[in-house]
């Protein structure tokens, strides 16, 4: 590049800087909208079931009967709620008052007493099927501990012949929260590098800016590395922002190294900037700019990237599809930079298929741009 190219490219340099600046829209995308994400999902998301409440039937009070009841009153999964009997506690299921219903039978002391099988009944509502799985497990969990503590207080031997002891990894808290909010990270960029990017230039197109530059002797590359720097900086600066949010604010924990987790969102962004590039070639109405990239590229980063929803759980036909969808390859890496570590095995893979992608739509950018321009 020589000299007055050089030249060009700072002055349009300049000029995309001042405007980023001056116009609060973006720089709202950018930081506000976020950390209004990160706190939503933060704060008021979760797949883990706390506090639920729980119907107890006890049809014959008993001490046997008081000891177990107690167990789901120091369970924190559970808000245990007692009732009369069963018909009382299965109105209470319907009117969503409770989300489970545990029954202990009269006969439910006589027959434990007598090492007899002394059976529970155990109703879950299963609207929420997640909610359901959930449920059933922490009632079986409560159910396992409890018989285990009777035994050993009585001077008995384990009611079974093998103890579980299971072990976490990655995750030790089994939290949601670590898990949602490095994919969330992904499904922001999403929305900084291929919205933001579509809106802006399909403000100028709007606006007759871009007929201006035309004009001019700008060459096509300069115009494109314009556009591409600033809004990649500042992809990168929210980037950190909620990474910075993730990591002090939410405890989320970062075990790998910070240069690998940069490295990897600097090719995403490349990507992401190369579907807003793309996405403004042939729309340059921002509304339809704005409709087009949350179709094709906010829809798919948040459903079928891994984000919230397993991909191997999905049918074959739309598990292939997720093979288009950049963020499914970000998301594998957020997750293993923040809670596994540097698994090359894991990085190494997803970061070539991102720079693939990023080659892929920057030169689709530059091609379409060619044709529309000249």
Do not use: C
Request: aromatic share 10%; net charge positive; no cysteine.
């Amino acid at each position: 590049m020589n000299q007055v190219a050089f030249r060009r490219l700072r002055g349009l340099l300049r000029k995309e800087f001042l405007q980023i600046w001056r116009d609060p829209s973006a720089l709202a995308i950018a930081f506000l909208l976020p950390a209004v994400l990160l706190l939503i999902f933060g704060y008021g998301v979760s797949l883990d079931a706390r506090n639920v409440p729980l119907a107890l039937v006890v049809q014959r009070p008993g001490a046997l009967a008081a000891s177990f009841t107690s167990a789901f009153a120091r369970s924190p999964y559970f808000r245990p709620r007692a009732f009369l009997d069963i018909q009382q506690a299965e109105r209470a299921m319907q009117a969503r008052e409770v989300k489970g219903v545990v029954w202990l039978p009269s006969d439910f002391a006589r027959r434990a007493e007598h090492g007899g099988n002394s059976p529970i009944g155990v109703i879950v509502n299963g609207v929420d099927a997640n909610d359901a799985r959930l449920i059933e497990g922490y009632v079986q969990q409560v159910w396992a501990t409890w018989l285990t503590a009777e035994a050993r207080a009585q001077g008995q031997a384990s009611p079974t012949p093998l103890s579980a002891q299971p072990r976490v990894r990655f995750n030790p808290a089994v939290s949601s929260r670590n898990y949602l909010v490095p994919g969330l990270i992904a499904v922001i960029m999403t929305l900084t590098g291929a919205l933001l990017t579509a809106l802006v230039i399909a403000r100028e197109w709007e606006r007759g800016t871009m007929e201006a530059l035309m004009v001019t002797r700008v060459a096509m590359r300069e115009i494109l590395l314009a556009k591409l720097v600033p809004y990649f900086l500042l992809g990168m600066g929210g980037m950190a922002a909620s990474v910075a949010m993730a990591v002090l604010l939410f405890g989320v924990p970062l075990v790998g190294a910070w240069w690998v987790l940069a490295g990897a969102s600097a090719l995403f962004m490349l990507a992401a900037l190369g579907m807003g590039l793309l996405i403004s070639s042939f729309a340059r109405n921002q509304f339809v700019a704005g409709q087009i990239a949350i179709i094709v590229t906010f829809l798919p980063a948040f459903l079928l990237s891994g984000f919230v929803f397993d991909i191997g759980s999905m049918p074959r036909v739309v598990q292939w599809i997720t093979h288009v969808v950049a963020a499914r390859y970000f998301v594998a890496i957020l997750q293993s930079v923040f809670l596994a570590g540097d698994v090359w095995s894991v990085i190494l893979p997803n970061a070539l298929a991102l720079a693939v992608m990023a080659v892929l739509f920057l030169g689709l950018a530059r091609a379409v741009f060619h044709r529309r321009l000249d």
